[in-house]
């Protein structure tokens, strides 16, 4: 079955940086695009990042353009999320997020909160 694993989370104080990782199981990672959503207390899930199958393609929200970058290695089944300078307003759980033959599949969440 269908498995994303998310892991990296932490607290960590404004300016700093963490890097998420999702192991995925269960598929053909290389044929799917895969993206990292988050979701703060009392607020939507959103989206953060994406890329495509390949890796070619990447596309961020515009609260994080310029301070995260999303990426895969497809020999691992991995897609990481690199996160720098990182703000108060960043702190949420993140999910790893996959759509595969329009069924969809979530992590469990990692949390991250930054704070001082």
């Known amino acids: 079955q269908v498995q994303l694993v998310e892991s990296g989370g932490g607290l960590v104080q404004p300016g700093g940086s963490l890097r998420l990782s999702c192991a995925a199981s269960?598929?053909?990672?290389?044929?799917?695009?895969m993206s990292w959503y988050r979701q703060a207390p009392g607020k939507e899930r959103e989206l953060v990042a994406g890329?495509?199958?390949?890796?070619?393609?990447?596309n961020y929200a515009d609260s994080v353009k310029g301070r995260f970058t999303i990426s895969r290695d497809n020999a691992k089944n991995t897609v990481a999320l690199q996160m720098n300078s990182l703000k108060p307003e960043d702190t949420a759980v993140y999910y790893c997020?996959?759509?595969?033959?329009?069924?969809?599949?979530w992590g469990q969440g990692t949390q991250v909160t930054v704070s001082s």
């Open positions: 997020y996959a759509l595969i033959f329009v069924r969809e599949y």
């Open positions: 269960g598929f053909t990672f290389s044929r799917h695009a």
């Open positions: 890329i495509s199958n390949t890796g070619g393609i990447t």
